[in-house]
């Protein structure tokens, strides 16, 4: 599968953005779908994912601000961040896995490119 994410941009803190990933092929809905970020200097972290039964998971500094969802009849996952922070500043990679593992934010196997999320004080 490939992944082509898109919709960053610049925005001031406390405001929105919303990001897509579509993915090619015709198997989207197998596949279990992830975003993560990375800030200059720093590790890329785990942000959030969505798993092919619609079940969501966080992580602890995006919850209740980030909502991911997917279509699967378009092949797409978003990522809709709301009350951003400057320290939600990085490059946000989307990736897709397709196996099924109980742990959250970890194997996957296909990464798209990143788009540049950068938000000002």
């Known amino acids: 599968v490939q992944l082509q994410a898109s919709g960053g941009g610049l925005v001031q803190a406390g405001g929105s953005l919303r990001l897509s990933c579509a993915a090619s092929g015709r198997t989207f809905s197998r596949y279990a779908m992830g975003w993560f970020r990375q800030a200059p200097g720093k590790e890329r972290e785990f942000v959030g994912s969505?798993?092919?039964?619609?079940?969501?998971y966080y992580s602890d500094s995006v919850k209740g601000r980030f909502t991911i969802s997917r279509d699967n009849a378009k092949n797409t996952v978003y990522l809709q961040m709301n009350s951003l922070k400057p320290e939600d500043t990085a490059v946000y990679y989307c990736?897709?896995?397709?196996?099924?593992?109980?742990?959250?934010?970890?194997?996957?196997?296909?990464w798209g490119q990143g788009t540049l999320v950068t938000v000002s004080s």
């Open positions: 990736a897709a896995r397709d196996y099924y593992t109980p742990t959250i934010g970890e194997g996957y196997n296909y």
């Open positions: 969505v798993r092919t039964s619609g079940s969501t």
